[in-house]
């Protein structure tokens, strides 16, 4: 009797990991990923480095996603867009003719490196897809990219899109606020700093809204990279805003369509 019992239980066991979420994401790491049930994911990396003169090394690292379960042509223009892909089909075999062809053009000597270094630098061209969420049909992902050319310091950036997976677009501020140049706006982002002290290298009087963000129920985002609104020093810039405190600037369709709380 209890050889049957284990047994029964051993199968329900199995029976329970059998309904688990299938969901697969490779070479993605992501503290706050949330991901749709069955919802394929998958990468590309290309990465090289050349050595074009004695004081230069060129180096190249760029990584994209993949969306198997996306077929249209619109919604994927508009998620390879932002990571400067361009192709007439998006399989993976396209995808990686793509990155190949950017590959070869960073890691090629063309005139602006004529002045070589005194002393040897690698000139670096790095770039990623970051899933960031993928729930109630909105899909948020991030492109980030880091670099050196010469010069006193490198860059970095931090770009995210949210896309509405049953209407085939990009979101933007104009889908989410009644008026997204509202002069109040200024007085509103001044105050939602995340990181306060970013406002003493405030470069602008003013700052607008923009279309690089993110959002969940509660709140969304904004994103202000190096030198956009802040010195090089701030690094990139979050403001970070309750939906609850601006709900009189939402649209009536983006908190019923989004369920807004």
């Not at 090289?48 to 249209?72: C, G, H, M, R, W």
């Not at 892909?85 to 590959?103: G, N």
């Not at 003013?206 to 609104?229: A, R």
Request: aromatic fraction near 12%; charged fraction near 25%; glycine fraction near 2%.
């Amino acid at each position: 009797m209890k050889n049957l019992i284990a047994i029964l239980s051993f199968a329900v066991l199995l029976s329970s990991c059998n309904k688990t979420e299938n969901t697969k994401v490779s070479n993605t790491k992501s503290d706050s990923i949330e991901t749709k049930k069955e919802f394929a994911i998958d990468s590309l990396r290309v990465q090289d480095s050349v050595q074009v003169a004695k004081t230069l090394t060129l180096s190249f690292e760029k990584q994209i996603l993949l969306f198997p379960d996306i077929t249209n042509k619109t919604l994927l223009d508009s998620i390879y867009k932002p990571a400067n892909i361009t192709s007439p089909e998006y399989s993976k075999q396209a995808l990686s003719a793509v990155l190949e062809k950017l590959k070869a053009a960073s890691l090629k000597k063309d005139e602006s490196q004529d002045f070589m270094p005194e002393f040897k630098q690698t000139w670096e061209d790095m770039s990623a897809m970051k899933l960031i969420s993928n729930k109630d049909n909105v899909l948020t992902l991030q492109y980030a990219g880091n670099g050196y050319s010469g010069g006193a310091h490198g860059y970095y950036f931090e770009s995210y899109k949210a896309f509405d997976l049953k209407n085939y677009k990009v979101i933007s501020q104009n889908d989410i606020f009644k008026n997204p140049t509202d002069v109040n706006w200024n007085k509103i982002l001044q105050n939602h700093f995340d990181e306060p002290e970013q406002k003493e290298m405030l470069l602008v009087d003013k700052i607008e809204l923009n279309n690089n963000f993110f959002f969940d129920q509660n709140k969304i985002t904004f994103v202000y990279n190096q030198y956009e609104i802040t010195a090089y020093a701030a690094g990139v810039v979050y403001i970070t805003l309750n939906f609850k405190d601006i709900k009189d600037q939402l649209k009536p369709e983006f908190i019923q369509q989004y369920k807004i709380k």
